[in-house]
């Protein structure tokens, strides 16, 4: 069923207020895992590519203006041509701020309907990373950037950077989106997808919890140091007393 125009507002402006509440920081970062749902929900409701190009596009200028409207301010100023031409300036070029987002959608929607639903959300979250790394995005941006102010989650960067951890919020927002679609299906329907977005973010919590123990453990034990130095605190005079002899 395609979604209507109020339908397809009310979800982009849904996603802008779960992502702009997402970058805020603080507690904030546990919209990282739902941000991403209307936006889901719109892609999966356009009849043809072009309509998915479009909810794309869209949602660069969400994204954009909910994650960096301070940039636009700055722009603003610093032309001085005040904060609405900086802000105009900054929604014109957010496709090549944001071009992961056209990335994910076409090839998420290409894979999606040659192999299914599990396949589109796999090949829509590499295209997304991929797209990060390849494209060195103009404010070095990613969505898994959010997930600091989490000291437990954070401690995944060790393991994939900020790439997995990207990576790891796409493919909990597909498999809660999936959870979301089945939901008329009863609840052995939901079993595998809600495990699927639970279960990474719980082993990703238990793994920082290791790391913090174990720094933890090692700022407690003390620690003992010998130096040795040789004692030159009259080395001048003794070169002098030297000299005269």
């Not at 939901?190 to 290791?210: D, E, I, R």
Request: with cysteine; proline share 6%; hydrophobic share 60%.
């Amino acid at each position: 069923m395609a979604a209507s125009w109020p339908a397809s507002l009310l979800g982009l402006a849904a996603g802008a207020l779960l992502l702009a509440g997402y970058v805020r920081g603080g507690p904030g970062w546990v919209l990282g895992f739902v941000a991403l749902l209307p936006w889901l929900w719109l892609l999966d409701r356009q009849r043809s590519f072009a309509g998915t190009l479009l909810a794309a596009y869209a949602m660069t200028l969400a994204f954009t203006l909910a994650g960096f409207h301070w940039f636009g301010f700055a722009i603003g100023r610093f032309t001085q041509l005040g904060p609405a031409a900086g802000l105009a300036l900054l929604l014109l070029l957010a496709p090549l701020l944001q071009p992961q987002l056209l990335a994910f959608a076409l090839l998420r929607r290409a894979v999606r309907q040659r192999l299914g639903p599990l396949a589109g959300a796999l090949a829509g979250a590499a295209a997304w990373v991929g797209c990060e790394w390849l494209l060195l995005k103009p404010l070095g941006d990613s969505l898994g950037h959010g997930l600091y102010p989490s000291a437990l989650l954070r401690q995944g960067a060790e393991l994939g950077g900020v790439a997995g951890l990207t990576l790891l919020l796409l493919l909990v927002n597909e498999a809660l989106h999936a959870a979301l679609a089945r939901r008329s299906a009863g609840p052995r329907a939901l079993a595998v997808p809600l495990a699927l977005a639970l279960l990474p973010p719980l082993l990703l919590a238990a793994y920082g919890q290791a790391v913090l123990g174990r720094a933890t453990a090692s700022a407690e034990k003390p620690l003992r140091m010998g130096l040795i130095q040789a004692n030159i605190a009259d080395l001048e005079a003794r070169q002098i007393g030297r000299a005269h002899v």
